[in-house]
């Protein structure tokens, strides 16, 4: 409804309702990205075009997620919100929560509502900002220029620094859990919910035994006999829970950092601006730590001097004081190994950044954690710029590709 207000000669001026025009402004945006769908062919368009076009139908997407969380929040009714938006219910909860938290991070805010961040994003940075208020700022910021799964391992680390001091290891402990369910393909699927120094080498050892199966599997087969992975790594925990599986890894299975401070205190607690984690998983409970460091050997860190992190030999074979000093990540946030080119955590594998058989030594400085996928890249990257000896067995069906018999990339 509109409404009057006096001008400067007393007579009544009609004043536009705000709720008028936005409804007005909105549907007019909808008739025009309705003509832009009725007039859309991709298959006509040009891949630069279509990448172009893909761009600004994302930046329509994102505008219209600012007033989805802000009405969100002003309706407080996920049902509603659920009904209106085609959502799940769980997601139009998290879409009222964003919009709650958006309402008190201006970084927040701002950037959803230029645009600038998807909603999905947004749900990211709100939860951190909601364990760490005032993350958000540092999040967008990585929003901007990092691909997502970087933006939620960040995010999801900044709430498991902020819960640490809030009895996390309780909480991780009774959150424990396991189930299982049936598909319509008759597969059986296996949920496993475990504390982080349970979850952690019961992970390493599935991986390193579904390399040892992959490598079997692959020697002698043919492109077209090769599977995914993650179907070997099936094999691999049903070979593990059945007790057939070797499963042992080339790599420290767990790692644990505890700063020298909580071990002093004796084991009690963690105080800000310090740690006890298993680095690139999470926080655990001191008391988990010091059991832990009974049953193992200790190694000391010290990152604000000369340390293992600055050991170097020019032998093939990593020393098992860099493979433990790599394992921690770069001081002094230590968040574990992750790809250095994409970000992942799934697959690492350590790549001499100097190639070996061009003289580059065993050191911290040059190795770089790489997944699978990166690794295999890098490797033929080398290869073809001469950096690496021809692949075992001669080249393979393109030049400059390495062979791959067993699985993995050659260790450059």
Known sequence: MDRDHADEGGEAVEEPDPLVQAIALVERANELVEKA?????????????????????????????????????????????????????GGARAVVETGKTMAGAHDLGAALQGGVISLEQAGEIARAEESAPGVAAELVAVARERPFHVLRERARKARLEA??????????????????????????????????????????????????????????????????????????????????????????????????????????????????????????????????????FLSGVFYDGVDLRHFARWSRGIPVEVAVAL???????????????????????????????????????????????CHRDKTARDRRAGRLGPPPGGRGKEAGTPKRGDGEPPEP
């Open 163 to 296: 819960e640490q001091h809030r009895d996390l290891g309780a909480r991780q402990r009774a959150a424990r859990s396991a189930r299982s369910w049936g598909d319509d393909l008759g597969m059986v699927h296996i949920h496993l919910a475990l504390e982080p120094h349970v979850g952690t080498p019961l992970v390493a050892r599935a991986e390193a035994e579904a390399e040892r199966i992959a490598k079997r599997a692959r020697t002698g087969s043919t492109d077209k006999d090769k599977e995914p992975f993650e179907r070997y790594l099936a094999d691999a925990y049903a070979s593990l829970v059945a007790g057939n599986g070797r499963g042992r890894a080339r790599r420290p299975e767990l790692v644990v950092l505890v700063s020298h401070e909580v071990a002093a205190r004796g084991w009690s607690d963690v105080r800000e601006e310090e740690v006890c984690k298993v680095p690139g998983v999470g926080p655990v409970p001191p008391r988990v730590a010091r059991e832990i460091a009974e049953n193992a």
């Open 37 to 89: 769908n009725a007039d859309l062919e991709p298959e006509l368009l040009q891949r630069q075009r279509a990448r172009r076009l893909l761009e600004s139908y994302s930046r329509t997407r994102r505008l219209a997620d600012f007033g989805i969380a802000s009405l969100a929040r002003k309706l407080d009714d996920a049902a509603e919100v659920s009904r209106t938006t085609g959502t799940s219910l």
């Open 327 to 373: 394992e921690l990540g770069d001081p002094p946030e230590f968040d574990g190994v992750a790809c250095a080119t994409c970000g992942r955590r799934f697959r690492t594998e350590f790549d001499h950044h100097e190639p070996h058989a061009a003289g580059g030594p065993v050191s911290t400085t040059n190795i770089d954690p790489l997944c699978w996928t």
